[in-house]
């Protein structure tokens, strides 16, 4: 069970991460993009989502990652990710409800390059009964 | 969309070119490797039966990058898009060799100086798998 005390609590990612041209080119060619110079606008999930597991499973928070399906997204993009940039990324618990025996938890995760806000995005996750 | 003089008008009502994306398993590992999700839902059959779903199911991520690239290439590129975000309202299936649609447009909703919002439409074998799905782009 996903702890109620987490609500409203922001969790700092361990790890700094540096983007990768590489990462931008794999990212791009999966959809068929040509131009590498920058990356496409979904391409922080890759961020994002690493970041979550690992914040998200600890027994703090307790989220069952084998269990989790998606169930919407949403990115604010101030400007778009470059290779070279390194990021901090936060996760704040928005809400958390129960339908049906489901976890639903909408997490908010920020994206910071050094103090330079860079992408705001939003996830709800459904852990299934 | 509306030539006027050799210029686009958008307006709200616009509507916009449908594309077909085609997604199979080895887009789905691909998809994995590059964004990091080796979520086995997604490549192997077996687990994806266990857990009760129909067969392997793409990504719904990636659906949305490849909804992403619809819109960049109308918008004019990845750096045009400033507010993206989507409901995963049923799943992509992706049975072992076969290539399966996904099938996209789009409909101009607001029109705000330089910022067009767009509601999206995504289907896959004739099923809306994405809900709610809206992007705002810089044109």
Known sequence: MINPDSVGRTFEGADSLTVSQSEIDAFCAVISETDTTVAPPTFSIRISLSQYES?????????????????????????PIVAGDVFKCSATIETLRVAAGNEIISVRSDLHNGSELVVSSWSTLVVRA | MVNIGGARMIEVGTVLVE????????????????SGDQNPIHQNEEFALSVGLPNVIAHGMLTMALVGKYVTDWAGGSAAVKEYSARFTKPVIVPAGVKVD??????????????????????????????????????
Do not use: C
């Not at chain 1, 998200?56 to 604010?76: A, N, S, Y």
């Not at chain 2, 996904?102 to 705000?112: G, I, K, Q, Y």
């Open chain 2, 102 to 139: 996904l099938t996209v447009s789009a409909t101009v909703a607001e029109v705000n100086g330089n910022e067009v919002s767009l509601t999206l439409s995504a289907t896959s074998a004739g099923v809306k798998v994405l809900g709610m799905a809206k992007a705002v782009v810089v044109k």
């Open chain 2, 19 to 34: 594309k077909v994306f085609y997604v199979d398993r080895e887009l789905l590992r691909a998809y994995a490797d590059a």
């Open chain 1, 55 to 79: 914040i998200l499973t600890q027994p703090e928070i307790g989220v069952d990652w084998t269990r989790l399906v998606h169930g919407d997204q949403k990115f604010e993009i101030y400007r």
